[in-house]
Nanobody
């Protein structure tokens, strides 16, 4: 089992950047594929990015491709989401998730463990 805790959210102006972190506790972080999702009130939680357990492969939603970068540091049990060129449409609660099958999963149901989320608000 793994516990996840996100941090790094906040208020930023359009065009700005933020880096989210997700610290994992528990066993064998390096065996999990990791992902980031986001959700706004009244909408489904949507996929943002995923990374394999080694960090060697990544996948992104089209809406963030070229602006967001997912990475991980297995020595620190942490996964990151670097977000650049932010727009008000990126405003959401951001969640990290762990996939015990370590695949580049893009569906919410493929993830086994979730953090509590961190709010990102982008002002225009």
């Amino acid at each position: 089992q793994v516990q996840l805790l996100e941090s790094g959210g906040g208020l930023v102006q359009a065009g700005g950047s933020l880096r989210l972190s997700c610290a994992a506790s528990g066993r064998a972080f390096s065996t999990y594929g990791m992902g980031w999702f986001r959700q706004t009130p009244g909408k489904e939680r949507e996929f943002v990015a995923a990374i394999t357990r080694s960090g060697g492969s990544t996948v992104y939603a089209d809406s963030v491709k070229g602006r967001f970068t997912i990475s991980r540091d297995n020595a620190k049990n942490t996964v990151y989401l670097q977000m650049n060129s932010l727009s008000p449409e990126d405003t959401a609660a951001y969640y990290c998730a762990a996939d015990q099958w370590a695949s580049l999963a893009t569906l919410r149901r493929q993830y086994n463990y979730w953090g509590q989320g961190t709010q990102v608000t982008v002002s225009s």
